[in-house]
């Protein structure tokens, strides 16, 4: 496993091979054009690679969560993003409001 800390809103360095995966623990909350985020990472993803996403499960937007995802969102952007076989693998309660979900999905074949 290499670890890649990345700014979405720009190019990523990754490594010559594409990678297996990625994580993303909260990191599209404050972005309001999801799927283009989403996308551009899971294009560089190997083919039947994972995306993983840690997410709150909240039904309204908030100062925190500007833009929220609840797992039904999640399920939707996944498939938009070029992902497939989207689901909810895990749930726990949030410190602050509701739950935290945990999402996955692979990059479709082609």
Do not use: C
Request: net charge positive.
């Amino acid at each position: 496993m290499i670890p890649i800390r990345a700014d979405f809103s720009k190019l990523l360095e990754l490594p010559e091979a594409p990678p297996d995966g990625m994580l993303l623990a909260n990191a599209l909350l404050f972005v309001h054009d999801q799927e283009g985020v989403l996308r551009r990472p899971v294009n560089l993803l190997r083919t039947g690679g994972r995306v993983v996403i840690v997410k709150y499960d909240r039904r309204a937007a908030s100062r925190w969560v500007p833009f929220p995802i609840n797992p039904r969102a999640w399920v939707a952007l996944a498939k938009t993003a070029g992902l497939e076989n989207p689901r909810v693998t895990a749930r726990w309660p949030a410190m602050y409001d509701g739950e935290l979900y945990l999402g996955v999905a692979e990059r479709s074949h082609d």
